[in-house]
């Protein structure tokens, strides 16, 4: 299935792609090296999503579920 990450204020798309998963997606932005500032992930199932050393200043993560989810190098302020 497609899915489709957008800027929490603009609804812009920051990034897309038919992943299994939207943590399969978020953690293919990561490894593109795309940036995720202000990106709209509430209420997400990011279990186990590889975000290491991604930037997602602003996001919104209100209710996400990062259970097993690497963020560390992640850059997380506001």
Do not use: W
């Amino acid at each position: 299935p497609l899915h489709v990450i957008k800027n929490h204020q603009t609804g812009a798309v920051l990034f897309e792609g038919r992943f299994d998963s939207l943590a399969d997606c978020v953690g293919a932005a990561a490894y593109d090296g795309v940036c995720l500032d202000r990106a709209d992930l509430r209420n997400a199932c990011l279990i186990n999503a590889g975000m290491d050393d991604i930037s997602l200043r602003g996001a919104r993560l209100d209710g996400a579920n990062l259970m097993g989810a690497n963020i560390s190098e992640a850059r997380l302020d506001g």
